[in-house]
């Protein structure tokens, strides 16, 4: 092998290398059956919903339904509370049986996928630091930053799959069953990916300094819980100045886990009509992600192994 | 990059490992030169602690040199290009247990950026004498296939340059005598290879020329002639690492 490859060889050759530590970080997580329980969850999930959940149009009421649990006649409380009852069992509109399922979907995502989103990643991450086989990925031609940025690249992608796959397959469901497909619950499903890829570039700092999964997953979810503090801010605010200056540095400083919540819930048209700012949780909540995965990278990059 | 003599030139190299909030902790490596000539056989011997791992690490930039100069093929051996001339078997390394041999060597293949790998695994696979275990997954190998199988994945490239930690742990005498005819032959097609092993006579047969490393000291360097025309190896290692240590 020469180092005089042209430019757009070595690029080539990057890519590969790149590609796969992806692709390793995937069957690695096969290895790990953890990738397979949430495989498993997901299917799931969609089988139930597939032949466990019945919607049987109204006859004579156009846009109601009746819904059924294995053929049993159901009490569903819609949104917006309505709910009919005829002769024929409990009635509700179509449209607030879409919209319900679609929130019982992003309730599951929100915190438990991206959850246990963050406990197969991490892990995954973390595995790459152990020293034997870390060596043999540093003495290959590929950079300490790309080998970071690759390893989170495939736990983000992993995550991005399994949501796409779970809401995809939820929307053509939903279609097949009620005629409805709301769009909008892929583009929650997107932020829900984007909420998983911020908290991921945290944890992936903490693992690398650590060099664990425990301490960075729990760390984590701390940090987390602080951030959904922003919420509360005017709150804390009566209770005690400086309580409220505490919850505006950590709502700048954070990412805005709440906002970014109430982008999802108007997605699915379940939130508020409209949203006066998507950007700036959008934007700052990227920025933090961005300053973590430079400074993972800056560790990575200078650290003895 | 062809017209350099040296593969591997370090010079006055020196690294300590500091300790918690960066107090001062061990001196691995204090002030070493050495330079390893392209297709010799050079080897690198010393009690444990005295710093070849950490020279190794240093030269494939794993770890970081505090001062001193190191140049693989006359270029500063930080460079990432640098290791697609250079193959690496660590002392303590961890293969993907979860993948097949060759799906194993697949991998590190891919690393190196490799585009046709298919033959050139099938060949490496049938020199490590693990042909017919190719479909097998690492986790189910003995120690000494996998030592086989990581010596594969550092010669998948061809390099010219191999660096090998104590290439012959875990091997029985079939296997070292296989691994030292190899290292032979790789010398023959004009691959440099730099060694580190506790095997004193191993490196006494196939090196061309040894340092003798003390606490992250250099004590000697030279030909194997040189070292052994009075005294075996094996003595003058002896010799020089208790003279070092009164």
């Known amino acids: 092998m020469s180092l005089c490859a042209g430019r757009k060889s070595k690029q080539i050759m990057n890519a590969l290398a790149f590609w796969a530590i992806i692709e390793e970080s995937w069957r690695e997580s096969w290895a790990r059956r953890t990738s397979i329980a949430l495989a498993f969850i997901v299917l799931g999930l969609l089988l139930f919903f597939a032949f466990g959940v019945g919607v049987r149009e109204v006859e004579g009421r156009p846009g109601m339904v009746t819904i059924s649990l294995f053929g049993v006649k159901l009490r569903v409380e819609t949104p917006a509370g309505e709910q009919t009852i005829i002769q024929q069992g409990f009635v509700i509109p179509k449209a607030d049986f879409v919209q319900a399922l679609e929130m019982i979907a992003v309730g599951l995502l929100i915190p438990w996928g991206i959850l246990f989103g963050l406990f197969i990643t991490t892990g995954l991450f973390s595995s790459m630091l152990v020293r034997g086989r870390l060596y043999l990925l540093l003495s290959k031609p590929i950079a300490r930053w790309e080998l970071y940025l690759a390893r989170y690249a495939g736990g983000v992608l992993l995550v991005f799959v399994t949501t796409l796959l779970f809401c995809v397959g939820l929307l053509l469901l939903l279609w097949l069953k009620t005629g409805m497909a709301d769009a909008g619950l892929i583009a929650a499903g997107l932020v829900v990916v984007f909420i998983f890829a911020v908290w991921y570039s945290f944890a992936t700092l903490l693992a690398l300094l650590t060099e664990g999964t425990g301490v960075a997953l729990v760390a984590t979810l701390v940090v987390w819980g602080l951030a959904g503090l922003g919420a509360w801010r005017e709150g804390l605010r009566t209770l005690s100045p400086t309580l409220g200056s505490i919850a505006d540095v950590l709502y700048y400083i954070l990412p805005k886990v709440n906002d970014l919540e109430a982008i999802i819930m108007h997605l699915i048209g379940a939130g508020e009509s409209s949203l006066s700012n998507v950007w700036f949780p959008l934007g700052t909540s990227a920025l933090f992600a961005g300053a973590m995965l430079a400074l993972g990278v800056y560790i990575f990059s200078r650290r003895d192994y | ?246």
């Open chain 2, 1 to 246: 990059m062809d017209g350099h003599r040296n593969a591997v030139e370090v010079i006055e190299l020196q690294k300590t490992y500091r300790g918690l909030w960066g107090r001062a902790g061990v001196e691995a490596l204090k002030g070493v030169s050495l330079t390893v000539r392209e297709g010799e056989i050079f080897g690198l011997l010393g009690p444990n602690g005295a710093g070849k791992t950490t020279l190794i690490k240093i030269l494939l930039g794993i770890t970081f040199a505090d001062h001193g100069r190191a140049y693989l093929f006359g270029q500063e051996s930080h460079r990432v290009e640098l290791r697609r001339l250079v193959g690496y078997l660590p002392e303590d390394y961890q293969l993907p247990e979860y993948l097949r041999a060759w799906k194993a060597l697949d991998f590190f293949a891919k690393l190196y950026g490799l585009g046709e790998r298919r033959a050139h695994i099938s060949e490496l696979l049938r020199l490590s004498g693990l042909e017919d275990r190719r479909d097998s997954k690492v986790r189910e190998f003995s120690k000494g296939m996998r030592q086989r199988l990581a010596l594969a994945q550092a010669l998948l490239h061809r390099p010219k340059l191999l660096i090998l930690d104590e290439p012959t742990a875990h091997l029985d005498p079939i296997g070292r005598k296989e691994v030292k005819d190899l290292l032979v032959q790789l010398k023959r097609d004009g691959t440099t290879i730099l060694i580190s092993s506790h095997v004193l006579t191993e490196i006494e047969r196939i090196c061309d020329r040894v340092a003798i490393l003390h606490r992250g000291q250099l004590l000697k360097e030279g030909t194997v002639e040189e070292l052994t025309q009075e005294k075996s190896l094996e003595d003058v290692f002896v010799e020089l690492v208790r003279g070092a240590q009164e």
